[in-house]
């Protein structure tokens, strides 16, 4: 198992930029795809985005694409998540995930489909 912790989160107003990081210990992190998760008060974890372990394919949830850049940097073991654009119903707790595999597909993936997780991050957009 890999262990992760978030950072970055905060306020923002609405347009401007976060970047998140997730940094990760414990088992190589570039065995692993990775991605974000984020859950808004009331609501269900959704999908954000995903990569896979090299960092050349990536997958965004439709609420993010164009605004949203997932990275990674296996040297220091770190994930990004760039987020710009931001708008109030962005407002969540972001989580970082190790992937089942080093590989990812197009589509939605299941929470189901990442075994590690992080404590999260708290983003709030104020309109």
């Known amino acids: 198992q890999v262990q992760l912790v978030e950072s970055g989160g905060g306020l923002v107003q609405a347009g401007g930029s976060l970047r998140l990081s997730c940094a990760a210990s414990g088992r190589s992190f570039s065995n692993y795809a990775m991605g974000w998760f984020r859950q808004a008060p009331g609501k269900e974890r959704e999908f954000v985005a995903t990569?896979?372990?090299?960092?050349?394919?990536?997958y965004y949830a439709d609420s993010v694409k164009g605004r949203f850049t997932i990275s990674r940097d296996n040297a220091k073991m770190t994930l990004y998540l760039q987020m710009n654009s931001l708008k109030s119903e962005d407002t969540a707790v972001y989580y970082c995930?190790?992937?089942?595999?080093?590989?990812?597909?197009?589509?939605?993936?299941?929470?189901?489909?990442?075994?590690?997780w992080g404590q999260g991050t708290q983003v709030t957009v104020s309109s």
């Open positions: 995930a190790a992937r089942r595999g080093s590989q990812i597909v197009a589509g939605t993936p299941f929470s189901s489909d990442f075994h590690s």
């Open positions: 990569i896979n372990w090299s960092g050349s394919v990536t």
